[in-house]
């Protein structure tokens, strides 16, 4: 009743009862639940560049793509959001690249590039500087230590950020980054770094998780780039 006596710029709002009993109908909790939405865009809408990130998305939820490659629709982040799982994987993400593309020497380097991107960012997130930035130090010297490890058993020719692109039969373009890529007697080792849970071999075997295995076949395709400019070989 309220609705029906406001006014704007002098002039008085229409009552609208379709969301008054939209309101009441969610207070109730009444109604049945929605369908389940079927995007069918037309063709000359869809895109024909897709990257390995967005394909688990476009087989597990074709709206949510649909809402964000063809429909440009983004959720904005909450003001004082509290650092995200994004971005601690971006640091981390930052970091080993950094390590890397330095000759990725012994773990005091590691460290000292550690402390330099994460105090930095750490200035603004107290619950960042607090709760995350030990645990994101462990598991990088963890991370570092691998890495080391595995250049001893041979594994060399280490590349980080690598992009690639693979056109498809079908017109489709795959695009992705591979995180690292090392070599060892012909055999390719393709990372990709999680700082959250990775996914379990089940969802992998069911096609669930595939964005690994897409940055595999971007590597054994000779599609990835290394930093020379020169398309690294599969």
């Known amino acids: ?20 009993d939209i309101a009441r109908r969610i207070d109730a909790g009444a109604g049945a639940a ?15 560049r897709v990257s390995i990130t967005e394909i688990d998305t476009l087989i597990a939820d074709p709206f949510a793509f649909h809402a964000r ?8 982040d909450p003001i004082d959001q509290d650092p995200t799982a994004a971005l601690r994987g971006t640091l981390v993400h930052d970091v080993l690249e950094r390590w890397i593309k ?10 000292r590039i550690a402390t330099e991107v994460l105090e930095v960012e750490a200035r603004h997130f107290p619950l960042l500087a607090a709760a995350w930035v030990p645990r ?13 490890d595995r250049e001893k058993d041979g594994w060399t020719q280490m590349l980080a ?3 690639g692109e693979l056109p498809l039969p079908n017109g489709i373009t795959l695009s992705g980054r591979v995180d690292r890529v090392d070599r060892r007697d012909g055999e390719l080792l393709v990372v990709d770094y999680k700082t959250g849970k990775p996914p379990t071999i ?8 595939n964005q690994l295995a897409l940055g595999l076949a971007l ?16």
Do not use: C, F, Y
Request: net charge positive.
């Open 219 to 234: 590597a054994t395709s000779g599609a990835l780039i290394g930093a020379d400019g020169r398309p690294l070989p599969g």
């Open 69 to 76: 490659r063809i429909l440009g629709l983004v959720p904005l």
């Open 136 to 148: 994101m130090r462990a598991a990088l010297r963890w991370a570092g230590q691998l890495i080391l």
């Open 161 to 163: 950020e690598v992009k």
């Open 34 to 48: 929605a369908a389940v939405p079927l995007p069918n865009p037309p063709l000359k809408l869809r895109p024909r």
């Open 102 to 111: 330095a000759g990725h020497g012994k773990l005091d380097q590691l460290e």
């Open 202 to 209: 089940a969802r992998v075997r069911a096609l669930e998780a």
């Open 1 to 20: 009743r309220l609705l029906a006596h406001l006014e704007r710029d002098g002039a008085t709002i229409a009552r609208r009862d379709d969301l008054l």
